[in-house]
């Protein structure tokens, strides 16, 4: 065999062997990209499940917030009729010890004294006994209001601006103060889609509560109004009025006993009318919820008085 011929061999020897190696080389990371590849498959699936955990809990998050801020707005109204009581019964208290001190301070008294003296106490212990009856009736009208107020703010809290409704508990009553442009539409006493939806969720709430009735009030602006339909602003807020207190009835089935419309017009007013924030304020529906008279009058009754 030729020098040449050697070489040659060799040359093509080696060059194979070069081949080989980078061919097994290549499969190696070949065979390590694969693994790669699905271990970045697999982060990634922990990675979806690790933000849809993430989401729930801010769900979550959310309506707890939401709770709290109701517990806390029940707790503020219970805190100031508390206070209104606790103020009643100190006063009373105060009239009570008048009393007892200026009979006490009587010291030569008359066979007719004492009689008198005896009827004085007489009275002051059925006054006494009276006292405990209005703070028993104060106390479970309150109770009825705050959680009557309560429910309300929960079912119409959803989807419902903060400025378009107000739920605010005055004294023995509870009313809903609603804007005119969410429930009318401009001029008219024609209800806006949206009413009915509001109105929808007053009506459940009306509609557990049997022993209470419901005052519909219609307000306006001042700005005069007179067309073929509406003599002036009396006559628009009345048939407003009207409008909501007909739509819980036929749309809503609430007792017709329970309804009572009325307008005032462009009277009472909440603002000033000189701006348009005060004219938007003064239009307005009120429903007020209130309990029927001969209940009222039923917690007054001094046959009720509670045993001490």
Not at 34 to 62: H, V, W, Y
Request: net charge positive.
């Amino acid at each position: 065999m030729s020098t040449t011929t050697k070489f040659v061999f060799i040359l093509c020897a080696g060059l194979t062997m070069t081949s080989c190696v980078a061919k097994k080389k290549f499969v190696s990371l070949q065979t390590q990209l694969d693994a790669a590849n699905k271990d970045l498959g697999k982060c990634g699936e922990s990675l979806n499940a690790a933000l849809a955990k993430l989401t729930s809990c801010e769900k979550d998050k959310d309506n707890l917030r939401s709770e709290l801020s109701t517990a806390k707005n029940a707790l503020q109204l219970r805190e100031e009729q508390m206070q209104d009581l606790r103020a009643q019964i100190a006063d009373y208290k105060a009239q009570r010890d008048k009393q007892l001190d200026q009979v006490g301070n009587l010291t030569v008294l008359s066979q007719s004294a004492n009689d008198n003296i005896k009827e004085t106490l007489s009275q002051l212990e059925k006054k006494d006994k009276y006292i405990h009856l209005l703070q028993a009736a104060k106390t479970k009208a309150d109770s009825i209001n705050l959680a009557l107020a309560v429910n309300l703010k929960g079912v119409l809290k959803e989807g419902i601006d903060d400025k378009d409704v107000d739920v605010k508990v005055d004294k023995t009553v509870v009313f809903v103060n609603l804007s005119d442009k969410m429930l009318y539409q401009s001029g008219s006493a024609s209800l806006t889609p949206r009413a009915n939806e509001v109105l929808g969720k007053i009506a459940k709430i009306i509609e557990s509560r049997p022993d209470l009735e419901v005052m519909v009030e219609g307000y306006t602006d001042n700005n005069p109004i007179k067309n073929s339909c509406m003599e002036d602003n009396w006559d628009l807020s009345v048939k407003r009025a009207t409008s909501v207190v007909r739509a819980l009835q036929k749309s809503f089935n609430v007792n017709p006993n329970r309804l009572i419309a009325a307008g005032r017009g462009e009277y009472n007013t909440l603002a000033s009318n000189d701006t348009e924030t005060g004219r938007a304020m003064n239009r307005r529906t009120r429903i007020i919820i209130l309990p029927k008279l001969d209940q009222f009058y039923d917690l007054l009754n001094p046959n009720n008085v509670p045993n001490k």
